[in-house]
């Protein structure tokens, strides 16, 4: 069965760049992103690679523990990072795993049979403290995943994880959000007392709230 959002993330054991990781161990307490690469020495997983290598400050200020996954060797890695440092400029500093056996693969469901037998789209998963899915995205292998996107959707869920908002269309980090449908006017009041912009009463706009 497909992983939906909500779901528990399944744990498992895996080697990896940085040793043996335990999923669960791994990303206790934490929220993470697990995203799979279709294979090893290839130009697109590269590119992808390098960038969010680049973007692990990004990652660590908001802290979410990123896991990338191979269904190659983990001895192929170790060649493949160099190329990555080579050609994107920036070392791999991340666990990547080595599914040599696909079984995680075949656990988030990464592998799709009309697509390909045995290599996984990009697909990518952001799970929560809880464990819990709460974001999968997939890209077909020839298209290039955007990571930036990633960012701004974890802004969003840690924010609305938080306050009683959501995001509106394009929405990042700063600008503003909608109160909740959930909530009701009185309690929007105590929430927050410095009152919305309403252009329809089911469109409460407010500043982003602050930790």
Not at 48 to 53: D, K, M, R
Not at 71 to 100: R, S
Not at 164 to 172: C, D, G
Request: one cysteine or more; a negative charge; aromatic letters at 10%.
């Amino acid at each position: 069965m497909a992983i939906l959002i909500g779901d528990t993330a399944p744990d498992f054991t895996a080697d990896s760049t940085e040793g043996p990781i335990h999923f669960y161990d791994y990303i206790d307490g934490h929220w993470a992103v697990l995203f799979s690469h279709p294979k090893n020495f290839t130009p697109v997983c590269t590119t992808e690679l390098g960038y969010t290598a680049k973007l692990k400050p990004e990652f660590d200020k908001r802290g979410v523990k990123v896991l990338g996954l191979s269904v190659d060797k983990l001895e192929d890695h170790g060649g493949w990072a160099k190329d990555i440092e080579e050609t994107q400029g920036t070392a791999l500093n991340f666990p990547l795993l080595a599914d040599t056996k696909g079984e995680v693969a075949r656990l988030y469901d990464m592998i799709h049979p009309n697509a390909d037998n045995t290599l996984t789209v990009r697909s990518v998963f952001v799970i929560g403290p809880d464990k819990k899915v709460k974001l999968k995205i997939e890209y077909p292998a020839s298209t290039g995943r955007n990571f930036d996107e990633v960012l701004r959707v974890i802004d969003s869920l840690q924010l609305t994880a938080n306050h009683s908002v959501a995001t509106p269309v394009n929405w990042k980090n700063g600008e503003d959000v909608i109160i909740a449908s959930s909530l009701s006017n009185d309690a929007a009041k105590e929430k927050f007392p410095n009152g919305w912009k309403e252009p329809k009463p089911y469109l409460r706009i407010v500043p982003q709230p602050r930790a």
